[in-house]
């Protein structure tokens, strides 16, 4: 039995969560407002509400689930003591705009999870940032199914990395070894393999066409969009509460 942390109690947090204790694991759930926020999961997904201290330290994954903004606000030094056998696994995607506002190294250029990795100090993985919630719930298929999703796993551990396949593998998908950290950028948004739920084969091929101006031509459409948003709600009554955008986007 894996024991499990997941911080974010959203969208893709819960689905995971969902497909883990179904199978048998234990998950530890933990958000930005408090254990007992989490009554509601802990009976739907039967998961244990914990501290994000406590879900930090799970032994052997630690999933981050949260808007790409929220890291930079977790506490300083969650991970300084989680063990070093345990896979950290980043499931965020930066939304520029509206969301996650701008994040200077990220608009450089920084692909978005080595960010996160300089963030809190720990090796992490890209995984789950290419599928919907709702297909991890419910498009789990067994080896060798034509239509089984695959999962792109990227990172500089090997053995993490094997690790985490086999976590895919656990719920019905195939892991596939993405390449370093520094080639995430190819299962960002805007790129051939990002929310397209593709098979094994078709996955490497997409992610072999990856283009860096994919991810810029994404960037900025995002910002175009948040740039209209911005001047269709200029003069509403009321300011953008940091509380509320967390909420509505369903994580942390």
């Known amino acids: 039995m894996w024991r499990v942390g997941i911080i974010g109690s959203g969208n893709i947090g819960s689905a995971v969560a969902r497909r883990l204790t179904d199978i048998g694991h234990h998950v530890m759930m933990a958000n930005s407002r408090g254990p007992e926020t989490l009554e509601d999961q802990a009976c739907s997904l039967s998961i244990e509400p914990a501290t994000l201290s406590a879900a930090a330290n799970a032994s052997d994954f630690v999933l981050i689930a949260i808007p790409q903004f929220a890291i930079a606000q977790l506490p300083g030094g969650l991970f300084a003591s989680t063990p070093p056998e345990t896979v950290i696994l980043d499931a965020g995607n930066y939304y520029l705009g509206d969301r996650d506002g701008h994040i200077a190294d990220i608009d450089g250029g920084l692909p978005d999870s080595l960010w996160v990795s300089r963030e809190i100090g720990r090796p992490v993985l890209k995984m789950f940032n290419t599928i919907h919630a709702n297909r991890?719930?419910?498009?789990?298929?067994?080896?060798?199914?034509?239509?089984?999703?695959?999962?792109?796993i990227a990172g500089d551990d090997s053995a993490a990395k094997a690790k985490a396949i086999a976590l895919a593998e656990a719920l019905g998908f195939d892991g596939l070894d993405a390449g370093t950290l520094g080639e995430s950028w190819r299962q960002q948004p805007g790129t051939p393999v990002y929310c397209r739920h593709l098979p094994l084969g078709q996955a490497r091929a997409a992610m072999a066409k990856a283009r860096q101006e994919d991810v810029n031509t994404a960037r900025a459409h995002a910002q175009d969009r948040a740039r209209t948003l911005s001047i269709a709600t200029k003069g509403m009554v009321g300011k953008w509460d940091p509380n509320q955008r967390a909420n509505r986007s369903g994580t942390a």
């Open 136 to 152: 991890i719930v419910e498009g789990g298929r067994p080896l060798g199914a034509p239509d089984r999703i695959c999962l792109p």
